[in-house]
């Protein structure tokens, strides 16, 4: 393992202070990911076109999924995602900070999308619009002008597992399977809400619900108080994990804590729930 990064660091996380005192570097480049799920009533467009980060451009997470796959929210291929980035003004030489209007719920996930096409130099930005806009900080309402930008991309094949991959380590217990959903969903007790998905978990995996990561004020714990977070849940630091969750939204969440606790040995299951529990022939567990 490396070590346990705190504080503001430009590959994982930064603070609301550190994009202020960074927001006119030329190099910067900032993108909106807020992403809601249905039952949440809002919309991230409607939302960044009212008021955003100065600079910010916004990202459809919809728009960089695979468009082939019937699973939700899958990985792109990687000129897809490419070409989007492109478009946007973002490649070779910026220095990336994404956030979301949640907090910190989808950010996460395009920080581990830019982290498996081989790009460093991203940070998500801690406790989100929220946090920056609480704190009267600088929003505007306007676009920025956008000048096409390459990316050179190195995908990163181990950062990803397949289905495959998954129902190995579940059985043979040669990696751990953490899992990012609520308690009750993790144990089979609510419904899940895509049609035809079986409730309950992957077999031998254990439950670190992402919350568990955020302190009060909705930012990420640090150290100890972070590393607590996983060994409440059962977690070996020391191990090789794969994270998982409903979609592979909050699984990237906890990809960005291990990363923060030094721990790089760690994959996530792309395909997550959303594949898993659909298919009759992968047992399930519950309770």
């Known amino acids: 393992m490396a070590g346990i990064i705190t504080g503001d660091d430009p590959q994982t996380l930064v603070s609301t202070d550190w994009l202020a005192a960074h927001l006119n570097d030329p190099d910067l480049r900032i993108i909106?990911?807020?992403?809601?799920?249905?039952?949440?009533?809002r919309d991230a467009k409607a939302e960044y076109d009212a008021a955003h980060?100065?600079?910010?451009r916004f990202i459809d997470i919809d728009d960089i999924s695979d468009a082939r796959s019937e699973l939700p929210l899958m990985v792109a291929p990687v000129e897809k995602f490419m070409s989007r980035m492109r478009a946007m003004g973002v490649g070779d030489g910026h220095q990336v900070v994404v956030y979301d209007g949640m907090g910190l719920f989808s950010a996460a996930r395009i920080w581990w999308n830019f982290r498996l096409m081989g790009k460093m130099d991203v940070a998500v930005l801690d406790g989100g619009f929220?946090?920056?806009?609480?704190?009267?900080?600088a929003v505007e309402d306007m676009p920025p002008i956008v000048r096409d930008r390459h990316m050179t991309v190195q995908r990163q094949a181990h950062l990803v597992k397949d289905v495959t991959q998954v129902a190995s380590a579940s059985k043979l217990g040669n990696w751990q399977i953490v899992d990012a959903r609520?308690?009750?969903?993790?144990?089979?007790?609510?419904?899940e809400a895509r049609e035809g998905l079986r409730?309950?978990?992957?077999?031998?995996?254990?439950n670190v619900h992402y919350a568990s990561l955020f302190g009060a004020d909705g930012t990420m714990k640090q150290g100890d108080a972070l590393r607590a977070a996983f060994e409440a849940g059962?977690?070996?630091l020391d191990r090789r994990i794969i994270t998982t969750c409903g979609s592979g939204m909050t699984a990237a969440i906890l990809m960005l804590g291990l990363w923060r606790l030094g721990h790089r040995d760690a994959s996530l299951y792309d395909g997550s729930w959303a594949e898993w529990g659909q298919f009759e022939q992968l047992k399930v567990e519950t309770g």
């Open 53 to 56: 980060i100065p600079g910010a």
């Open 199 to 206: 409730a309950g978990r992957i077999p031998n995996s254990r």
């Open 32 to 41: 909106d990911a807020s992403y809601y799920l249905p039952d949440m009533g």
């Open 182 to 191: 609520a308690p009750a969903r993790f144990r089979g007790e609510e419904p």
């Open 130 to 137: 929220p946090k920056w806009q609480s704190e009267a900080r």
């Open 234 to 236: 059962g977690v070996d």
